[in-house]
């Protein structure tokens, strides 16, 4: 095996080794790594291809997969940490995949802090999410087909963070998108909830269609599509090719990671059971797109225009999934409002270069779990509600759902950024990196530290808004209604998950442990100049958390909750349409794009078609006229060859031919 670096500042070699004492010293015997992806792709071959004698077993099996896989990953995490900081980035060859002349591509997976950090997360919290499942899907009669489904999509992602070319990390990346469309129809027999797949399904393609150009433009650029080959080739690219290669980049993760402007699937997506909102829409698919910025930091540190529009885009979802999640009564619409949010978060501080990586993933790993506590907490609420979703017939439910509120309440303070709680150790820095942008200089710091610092205030608001609605106030549920807390199975996922919420953060963040294994990927950085000191950018945070917080307990909790939402103003009005992004899209894509197949089909059937049929027309009508020629005399066949004869006679004396 060989040491592959993932920035230039680990001079990497042309055939992606290291030189140096690491790589004569001897690798460490990652050969079982392969066996991360294997184990939950077998569990889904197995109960797909076993059918019905499975159904009494088969949930089991799906669960069993990813503990066996989440093993694996802590195993490798450990064996990795007991290595000096330069020499934890190995590649595990596998087979020899597309030998073609000159052009050769091994199927490998690249084993670094960065791939680890994202196999632990996806195996782990996957795992709690497949126990949960288990009672959350036991009156679903397919539900081992459920399940298969989780697993491949586990297998999926693993191989998106493990490959190591961006061609096998497409093949992941193609799965995850598979599983996802087939998990938010997995109800399919509800039309709205088939027609929300769908369009999961074709907004990633749209983004999917940006990481295929890349991929095309890397080959012809550099010869190859592997991270070893592209990275140590993209110091003696162009700049303008390398910038367009980034925002191709970025245009995949904006589908993947429901950012601006492919954001627009994912509130439609809340279609799909729970479970699967928590492990896809709040741990690991949506993740996929920070991932691949953070992976491509060579490519984004060598063109400062894609790097920009990345920070943009970022400072652009995450205030645009805060407004969002304002104004909505659905409460995992609201949590897929701030999935967009943090998610925004995220890609701000991976575009924000070496000084943004470690903080975007960290607030990654903390974001799984205190998001998916939530998910997993609106659907206890969903469970004991009746599979209501609607926030105003909720309300005291903290009297009779004590785990769930508790739990809960562990992922709201660490969302909104209580001092302690992880969202703090994670989101706080990611702000005040924001203030740091293109080194403390110009108009960048103030409007993306600012738009990171207003999306922490509606944050406190919009998640204490949802909240306060659930589990406290005056208690507005139907009269058929009978709350009543989870089972175990469902109820001590959640426990785990808020524990995680407590103390993740805490352990990961103020000790610098993450930053010092997120080291080598991170590289040597500039001196950071922000344009406010750090303690002024905490006291502003926390000042707009607790104004946030405050006016959402005095709106939703101290006072009466209307049973029907009122008008509002007209930012409220547009925060419950999304902001209009299906009306832009059908505005400026789906009708633009049924006048032009409309157009396409009249000039088939009325030119193409119509030349055809006019073809076959004329040859039918002279055969038709012609016929009346045939009539059986010697003679006329006579005359008329006559006739031939002297005309053609004719024309050649006429023209002297």
Not at 129 to 138: C, E, L
Not at 428 to 437: G, H, K, L, V, Y
Not at 504 to 522: E, K, R, V
Request: charged fraction near 10%; glycine fraction near 12%; proline fraction near 4%.
């Amino acid at each position: 095996m060989n040491l592959l670096a993932t920035t230039p500042a680990a001079l990497l070699a042309q055939d992606g080794t290291v030189a140096g004492s690491a790589a004569a010293s001897g690798a460490i015997q990652e050969t079982g790594s392969w066996l991360l992806i294997a184990l939950p792709l077998l569990g889904a071959a197995l109960l797909l291809l076993g059918g019905r004698r499975t159904n009494r077993w088969g949930h089991w099996l799906g669960v069993l997969t990813p503990w066996a896989s989440f093993a694996l990953a802590a195993a490798l995490l450990v064996s990795l940490a007991g290595y000096p900081e330069g020499e934890r980035s190995r590649t595990l060859h596998l087979f020899g995949w597309m030998p073609a002349g000159q052009f050769r591509l091994d199927a490998g997976l690249l084993i670094d802090p960065l791939s680890v950090a994202f196999a632990v997360l996806v195996t782990f919290v996957g795992a709690l999410i497949h126990v949960y499942a288990v009672a959350y899907m036991a009156a679903d009669r397919d539900r081992r087909r459920f399940f298969a489904y989780l697993n491949f999509f586990v297998a999926s992602m693993l191989l998106l963070v493990l490959a190591d070319s961006y061609l096998l990390m497409y093949v992941g990346w193609e799965g995850v998108g598979l599983a996802s469309y087939l998990l938010i129809g997995f109800w399919n027999h509800n039309p709205d909830y088939a027609a929300a797949a769908k369009k999961a399904f074709v907004v990633n393609r749209v983004g999917d269609a940006g990481l295929t150009v890349a991929m095309m433009m890397m080959f012809a650029t550099f010869g190859t599509v592997s991270f070893a080959g592209v990275f140590a080739a993209a110091g003696s690219a162009g700049e303008g090719v390398l910038t367009a290669i980034g925002l191709m980049l970025l245009l995949g993760a904006c589908g993947k990671s429901a950012q601006f402007p492919l954001q627009s699937w994912l509130g439609d997506a809340m279609a799909g059971p729970t479970p699967v909102s928590a492990l896809i829409h709040a741990a690991t698919m949506v993740t996929a797109g920070v991932y691949l910025v953070v992976r491509s930091g060579p490519i984004f540190e060598a063109a400062p225009t894609a790097q920009l529009v990345v920070v943009a885009v970022g400072a652009i979802t995450l205030l645009f999934g805060a407004i969002v999640g304002c104004a909505k009564d659905d409460i995992k619409k609201v949590l897929a409002a701030s999935t967009m949010s943090q998610i925004g978060y995220m890609m701000l501080a991976a575009g924000l270069g070496p000084v943004g990586y470690a903080f975007a993933i960290l607030h990654l790993l903390t974001h799984g779990f205190f998001k998916a506590g939530m998910f997993l907490g609106a659907g206890s609420v969903m469970h004991g509600m009746g599979d209501s979703v609607e926030l105003r017939s909720y309300g005291g439910l903290n009297a009779v759902m004590k785990v769930t509120w508790v739990t809960f309440a562990c992922g709201w303070l660490a969302i909104i950024g209580f001092p302690g709680f992880s969202g703090f150790w994670s989101k706080d820095r990611i702000i005040e990196a924001a203030f740091s942008a293109d080194g403390g200089q110009g108009w960048q710091p103030w409007v993306f530290g600012g738009a990171a610092l207003l999306g922490a205030g509606l944050t406190a608001f919009y998640m204490s808004r949802l909240f306060f609605m659930t589990f406290h106030g005056t208690r507005r549920w139907p009269e058929d209604a009978h709350p009543h807390e989870a089972p175990r199975l469902m109820t001590i996922p959640m426990v785990v998950l808020a524990l995680g919420s407590v103390g993740l953060g805490a352990a990961l963040g103020p000790t610098g442990l993450f930053t010092d294994w997120m080291s080598p990927l991170a590289g040597e950085h500039a001196e950071e100049h922000p344009v406010l000191p750090a303690w002024a950018v905490t006291t502003l945070t926390l000042l707009l958390v607790v104004a946030g917080a405050v006016l959402a307990h005095r709106r939703y909790a101290a006072s009466e909750v209307p049973a029907v939402a009122p008008t509002g103003t007209a930012l409220t009005r547009a925060a419950r349409r999304d902001l209009y992004q299906d009306a832009v899209n059908e505005a400026a894509l789906m009708r633009p794009g049924q006048y032009l197949t409309r157009l396409l089909v009249f000039v088939d059937n009325r030119g193409v078609d119509g030349v055809v049929r006019g073809l076959a027309a004329l040859v039918g009508g002279l055969g038709g006229r012609l016929k009346y020629w045939n009539t059986g005399y010697v003679r006329s066949y006579a005359a008329s060859v006559l006739v031939g004869v002297l005309a053609v006679s004719g024309g050649m004396l006429l023209f002297r031919i």
